[in-house]
């Protein structure tokens, strides 16, 4: 299976890549034969890819990755980088190749200490395979010490290093940055694209797959998550009764409780998922013992550790309250679709004995205002604002309309 496959919907961003990747390779096969390269190369040493959520933003990084640490025979015969089979391919997809180094925000932030070894390693030459590459999959998370960290390294690379941004949109970029990269738009998934998917990858129903991508809006992941997933879709209709249950204070201070204690929840099951395992690998590599005590001069790195892991589980917070007022927000759109009586297919079809009990209660200027109440929340978290406070008044701006 190709590299590409996953990338769905995407048809020229991906036609773009395969042509990178192709001069790119005729780069690395020239350079290595002493003889001179494409003369108009569409290779370049640092991308950005932007997209809304759901477009696949870090999928499509992976797949030129992975294309680009392409070894498979067939080139040699003519054919593309990128079949997906081969060492290279697969290490680089899976995140195990030596030569591909991925950053993430752990919390909110991308931290200067986060970066200081990867760009480091960007000033030298691949260990085993054809390119250096950084990914970088929350470019839009680094913060002003470590972004200018990544400037420094985008602006003088090393020949054959590769770094490629993922962002939601070009303005979460430092101007400085973006225009050093080649940008690269993508698009939201067409829903009939990613229910494809859903019934072809993971052998999902079609009816639960078309419900899936079109609760989702055609975010590929969510929508995964959502067909496959019981608790997701438990979650899922908690948050859209909450419409319904904020026609009093009582009521309103209940409805964001819940929504916190589900955000804290999700991140209770991720650390429960990893921060155990972590912790106990660190010891072993520190010359710990199970049950005993640590070495001298290791609890410096134990408390890194540890504070590594408080920022995921905020994040991991942060991001379920997100994804959580993403889906408050499709359910006001619908609303406001069924008072406009537009000629749209509702996101929340499943829902819609609520969803005109809503429009018929109010009118579309309240929706509006009910719409602008949850971007206003999404605001305030991301100005750090203690969430159940931002959900509290989110809430109380719902009922007022």
Same mark, same amino acid.
């Given at each position: 299976?190709?590299?590409?496959?996953? +990338?769905?919907?995407?048809? @020229?961003?991906?036609?773009?890549?395969?042509?990178?990747?192709? #001069?790119?390779?005729?780069?690395?096969?020239? =350079?290595?034969?002493?003889?001179?390269?494409?003369?108009?190369?569409?290779?370049?040493?640092?991308? %950005?890819?932007?997209?809304?959520?759901?477009?696949?933003?870090?999928?499509?990084?992976?797949?030129?990755?992975?294309?680009?640490?392409?070894?498979?025979?067939?080139?040699?015969?003519?054919?593309?980088?990128?079949?997906?089979?081969? =060492?290279?391919?697969?290490?680089?997809?899976?995140?195990?190749?030596?030569? !591909?180094?991925? $950053?993430?925000?752990?919390?909110?932030? *991308? +931290? !200067?200490?986060?970066? @200081?070894?990867?760009?480091?390693?960007?000033?030298?030459?691949?260990?085993?395979?054809?390119?250096?590459?950084?990914?970088?999959?929350?470019?839009?998370?680094?913060?002003?010490?470590?972004?200018?960290?990544?400037?420094?390294? !985008?602006?003088?690379?090393?020949?054959?290093?590769?770094? *490629?941004?993922?962002?939601?949109?070009?303005?979460?970029?430092?101007?400085? *940055?973006?225009?050093?990269?080649?940008?690269?738009?993508?698009?939201?998934?067409?829903?009939?694209?990613?229910?494809?998917?859903?019934?072809? @990858?993971?052998?999902? &129903?079609? =009816?639960?797959?078309?419900?899936?991508?079109?609760?989702?809006?055609?975010?590929? #992941?969510?929508?995964?998550?959502?067909?496959?997933?019981?608790?997701? /879709?438990? @979650? /899922?209709?908690?948050? %859209?009764?909450?419409?319904?249950?904020?026609?009093?204070?009582?009521?309103?201070?209940?409805?964001?409780?819940?929504?916190?204690?589900?955000?804290?929840?999700?991140?209770?099951?991720?650390?429960?998922?990893?921060?155990?395992?972590?912790?106990?690998?660190?010891?072993?590599?520190?010359?710990?013992?199970?049950?005993?005590?640590?070495?001298?001069?290791?609890?410096?790195?134990?408390?890194?550790?540890?504070?590594?892991?408080?920022?995921?589980?905020?994040?991991?917070?942060?991001?379920?309250?997100?994804?959580?007022?993403?889906?408050?927000?499709?359910?006001?759109?619908? $609303? +406001?679709?069924?008072?406009?009586?537009?000629?749209?297919?509702?996101?929340? &079809?499943?829902?819609?004995?609520?969803?005109?009990? !809503?429009?018929?209660?109010?009118?579309?200027?309240?929706?509006?205002?009910? *719409? &602008?109440?949850?971007?206003?929340?999404?605001?305030?978290?991301?100005?750090?604002?203690?969430?159940?406070?931002?959900?509290?008044?989110?809430?109380?701006?719902?009922?007022?309309?």
């Amino acid at each position: 299976m190709p590299v590409w496959d996953d +990338l769905v919907g995407q048809d @020229r961003v991906q036609e773009q890549l395969r042509a990178a990747a192709r #001069d790119a390779d005729a780069l690395v096969t020239a =350079d290595a034969g002493g003889t001179a390269g494409p003369e108009a190369s569409k290779m370049t040493h640092a991308w %950005l890819f932007t997209g809304p959520p759901g477009s696949g933003r870090t999928t499509a990084a992976r797949a030129f990755a992975a294309a680009l640490q392409c070894v498979s025979p067939d080139r040699a015969l003519g054919g593309e980088p990128g079949c997906g089979f081969c =060492d290279g391919c697969h290490t680089a997809l899976v995140g195990t190749h030596a030569d !591909v180094s991925t $950053v993430a925000a752990v919390g909110t932030q *991308i +931290l !200067v200490d986060d970066m @200081r070894d990867t760009v480091r390693k960007s000033f030298t030459s691949p260990a085993n395979g054809r390119w250096q590459v950084i990914l970088v999959e929350d470019a839009e998370r680094l913060n002003e010490k470590s972004a200018n960290a990544v400037l420094k390294a !985008v602006e003088e690379p090393a020949p054959r290093t590769v770094w *490629i941004l993922c962002a939601p949109s070009i303005e979460d970029v430092l101007p400085t *940055i973006r225009s050093r990269c080649r940008h690269l738009t993508l698009r939201t998934p067409p829903v009939e694209a990613v229910a494809d998917v859903l019934i072809r @990858r993971d052998g999902i &129903e079609p =009816d639960a797959a078309y419900a899936a991508a079109r609760a989702t809006q055609g975010h590929i #992941d969510h929508a995964r998550r959502l067909a496959t997933d019981e608790r997701a /879709r438990t @979650r /899922r209709a908690t948050v %859209l009764k909450l419409p319904l249950r904020v026609e009093d204070v009582g009521g309103c201070l209940k409805a964001a409780q819940e929504l916190i204690d589900a955000a804290s929840e999700d991140a209770k099951e991720v650390a429960e998922g990893t921060d155990a395992k972590e912790t106990e690998e660190l010891k072993a590599a520190l010359g710990g013992t199970p049950g005993g005590r640590m070495p001298r001069g290791t609890a410096g790195a134990m408390k890194e550790l540890e504070d590594k892991q408080k920022r995921r589980r905020t994040r991991t917070q942060r991001d379920s309250l997100d994804l959580a007022l993403g889906e408050l927000t499709s359910f006001y759109r619908d $609303v +406001l679709a069924l008072q406009l009586r537009a000629a749209t297919a509702l996101a929340n &079809e499943d829902v819609r004995d609520a969803l005109e009990r !809503v429009a018929r209660d109010s009118t579309p200027e309240r929706t509006l205002r009910r *719409i &602008e109440a949850v971007l206003a929340c999404r605001e305030a978290m991301d100005r750090n604002v203690a969430p159940l406070l931002a959900v509290e008044a989110m809430t109380m701006a719902l009922r007022a309309g």
